[in-house]
């Protein structure tokens, strides 16, 4: 039993996980819903349990470093983030709806992890760059920022259908959460992932500074981080000082995501110093 | 009108712009679309290798435009600038007004409620004067401490706190100034260039980037040892440097460098970036004449000529290439020479260090091979000096706790209502924020569903 395998196994569980939920959605009912987030929950622990276990083997191949240095890992650890802040969010609020939205996005991360062919899950040495403790604060915060996007992106496209397309009394778009829920959580949701953000700028930052002598050079990962920040910046200003809502800000929250998708991939196809991202 | 009052006018309408979020809003958006340009085009490259993919138009277009190095143009300077000035301006336009909310004292009033977040209302046994004490008591460190207001028998309570969290903002704003003039300091009085150093020798020169100035050190570094080390798969697993920092003959400091770790001393830090094998002052070749099959071994100088027996001619070593590429093909390290045959036109001649035969190819009338050398590194250090740094770190300190204070802190106000009731005291709490009414709203209903579990059967909560 190795890592790789327990994390193909944790996809299928996602998928179980995201098809309850929808389920639950569709034909209004609880049940699959609470079959939904115990599938969920065994998720995220089997999510959880494979990072671990694949921490160890890295300490049993002689290299040793938190799994969080290549494209693969990151997925692993995106769609953990994600599958958590889903749940904890739906357990807080009391609304299932949230994770209808977002677990897909859980399994759709582990799935392009686990099954795309293009995508190396051989555990690496770390290069020499990645050798430093700012790795661990610098990747996990961002990961969490990005999962914090990912949120407020479902959500706000949940919002867009619920306030868009015409309601019907007891239809699927009337199990939607109200618009007011939905508009709050993008807010609260954005914030989270901005604050996250932001450390993680500024933990990268300062590691650039201790291992190139400069803590900001203008690589182009660098700079896309800092256009999804200035992007989230300007929507919490036009909300907070301009008291935009709704509609506005649901399609800034999904402006922001892909901001956020080219930072995470698309800079892969441009040169700079975050290219060992795209293995 | 006169004169002044067009001035005055004029001095409104632009403290009127500059204050306002609108042009926070534009500006930002301009640096984020802008920001977008300069990760498609590569930055800082050779004229050349713009002028072959866009063409001399485009290329006249973007050199203009300073496209090329846009980070660093006028008008991406000009667009932070502006954003600088527009923080300052929002800032003192709106501080007054925040400060006056939080030096405000606290308004007892039951009227600024009605609109507030409300929880349902609760039963309990007892007078509202007893109640009214007991929830002072328990709910002060959810609330905050109140003040109570008599009105016949029943009593308001009312509690606030966070004021001072509607500062937040203002210390993300004042953070965005530190870095922009941490960023400022850096540029002005920084430097950013690079240093090789031979083993075993000392350098105190640093080389700027992007241009052929120096900058000289008032210390001298020496490079005691490189050393690189591989993974069994062959992916470079360390890159260190034993160097010493030396003044007027004396050591003044060692310290081995790896990547993350680097050396800083008087505000010059110097980084492990690269590394190559250095120029050999001499090197052995061998000579095989292919009519009598015969070697000589010749020790020789870089730019002197050896001459080769038999009558065969010269060779001039003239480079040592650390990696030379040969056909498209990096062939490692490489010593550059012309080879000038009895009567026949000088040829340039590429000897790979790793391939000894590699002269063969040629079908020469004689093979030349690169023998011996003294094998010596030099370590590539990359050289900064930014004493903006620490303003730059005091922004993202400020940035990380003012975005805290911002998101998940609030001013809150509470009002509880204790009136009197057949069965006692009818409670309802009330509760008001300056931001995330729905964490409020989840607040009030918390507190409310606490209280009345906690008052709901005193009988049960005597018997335990």
């Given at each position: 039993m190795n890592s790789s395998l327990i994390l193909s196994i944790i996809t299928f569980v996602y998928g179980f996980s995201a098809v309850m939920y929808i389920s639950a959605w569709i034909f209004g009912k609880e049940m699959p819903a609470k079959i939904a987030r115990v599938a969920g929950i065994a998720g995220i622990v089997g999510n959880l349990a494979g990072f671990l276990l694949r921490w160890s083997e890295s300490y049993s191949h002689g290299y040793g470093h938190i799994p969080l240095s290549n494209l693969y890992e990151s997925l692993i650890f995106f769609a953990l983030t994600i599958a958590l802040i889903s749940i904890v969010i739906e357990v807080r609020y009391r609304n299932y709806m949230i994770s209808t939205f977002a677990m897909p996005l859980a399994f759709i991360a582990l799935a392009y992890a686990s099954l795309s062919p293009g995508i190396n899950d051989k555990i690496q040495p770390l290069i020499p760059a990645l050798k430093s403790n700012w790795l661990t604060a610098h990747v996990v915060t961002c990961f969490l920022g990005y999962a914090g996007f990912a949120t407020a992106f479902g959500i706000g496209v949940m919002y867009l259908v619920r306030e868009c397309l015409p309601v019907k009394e007891g239809g699927l778009i009337s199990r939607l959460p109200e618009g007011y829920i939905l508009d709050e959580l993008i807010q609260k949701t954005v914030m989270f992932g901005f604050l996250f953000l932001t450390v993680g700028i500024v933990t990268g930052a300062v590691w650039a500074n201790s291992a190139w002598?400069?803590?900001?050079?203008?690589d182009p990962k660098e700079t896309w981080s800092l256009i999804t920040w200035f992007v989230y910046a300007i929507m919490l200003h036009l909300r907070y000082v301009r008291g935009w809502g709704g509609v506005k800000i649901a399609v800034i929250s999904i402006i922001g995501f892909m901001a956020v998708m080219f930072t995470y991939f698309g800079v892969n196809y441009l040169p700079g110093l975050h290219s060992y991202g795209s293995m | 009108m006169n004169k002044k009052q067009v001035e005055k006018g004029l001095v409104d309408t632009l403290w009127g712009v500059f204050s306002s979020v609108r042009l926070s809003v534009i500006v930002l958006t301009l640096l984020a679309v802008t920001s977008i340009i300069g990760t498609v085009i590569p930055q800082n490259a050779a004229p050349a290798v713009y002028m072959e993919r866009y063409g001399e138009a485009a290329y006249r277009v973007f050199h203009f435009l300073d496209i090329f190095d846009m980070y660093h143009s006028w008008w991406f300077q000009l667009l932070m600038i502006l954003l600088g000035v527009n923080l300052v301006i929002c800032s003192i336009d709106r501080l007054p007004g925040v400060l006056k909310i939080i030096g405000k004292t606290q308004r007892l009033n039951p009227e600024n409620y009605r609109r507030a977040l409300k929880g349902d209302t609760l039963t309990i046994a007892g007078a509202p004067g007893t109640v009214a004490d007991d929830l002072a008591q328990r709910f002060k460190g959810a609330m905050g401490t109140f003040t109570v207001v008599e009105e016949g028998e029943g009593r308001f309570l009312f509690a606030e706190k966070g004021r001072w969290t509607r500062m937040g903002v203002y210390v993300v704003h004042a953070s965005v100034l530190l870095l922009l003039a941490g960023g400022l300091l850096g540029s002005l009085f920084g430097y950013e260039g690079y240093m090789n150093i031979t083993e075993g020798e000392s350098a105190s020169v640093v080389t700027l980037r992007g241009s052929d100035a120096t900058v000289p050190l008032d210390f001298s570094l020496r490079c005691d040892d490189f050393d690189v080390s591989f993974y069994d798969t062959g992916a470079p697993k360390e890159y260190r440097s034993d160097l010493v920092v030396e003044e007027g003959g004396s050591e003044l400091l060692s310290k081995r460098i790896v990547v993350n770790d680097p050396l800083r001393f008087r505000g010059v830090s110097f980084y492990q970036a690269s590394y190559g094998m250095a120029a050999p002052e001499s090197v052995s070749f061998s000579f095989a004449s292919k009519a009598s099959g015969m070697h000589y071994p010749a020790e020789g100088k870089l730019g002197e000529p050896i001459v080769i027996p038999e009558g065969l001619g010269t060779f001039t070593p003239m480079h040592f290439v650390n990696n030379y590429r040969f056909r498209g093909h990096d062939i490692g390290a490489t010593v550059l020479g012309i080879l000038e045959e009895k009567g026949g036109e000088p040829v340039q001649l590429a000897l790979p260090v790793k391939f000894a035969g590699f002269d063969r190819m040629r079908g020469g009338d004689v093979v030349v091979t690169v023998g011996e050398f003294e094998n010596r590194y030099y370590t590539g250090l990359q050289v900064t000096k930014d004493p903006g740094v620490w303003l730059v770190y005091a922004g993202f300190l400020f940035l990380i706790v003012g975005c805290y204070i911002t998101f998940f802190m609030s001013h809150q106000g509470f009002m509880v209502e204790v009136a009197q009731d057949k069965q006692g005291s009818a409670v309802t709490l009330y509760g008001n924020a300056n931001k995330n009414k729905l964490g409020m709203e989840m607040v009030i209903r918390r507190l409310t569903e606490k209280l009345e579990k906690e008052t709901r059967t005193p009988e049960r909560q005597v018997e335990k």
């Open positions: 002598g400069s803590y900001w050079t203008w | -």
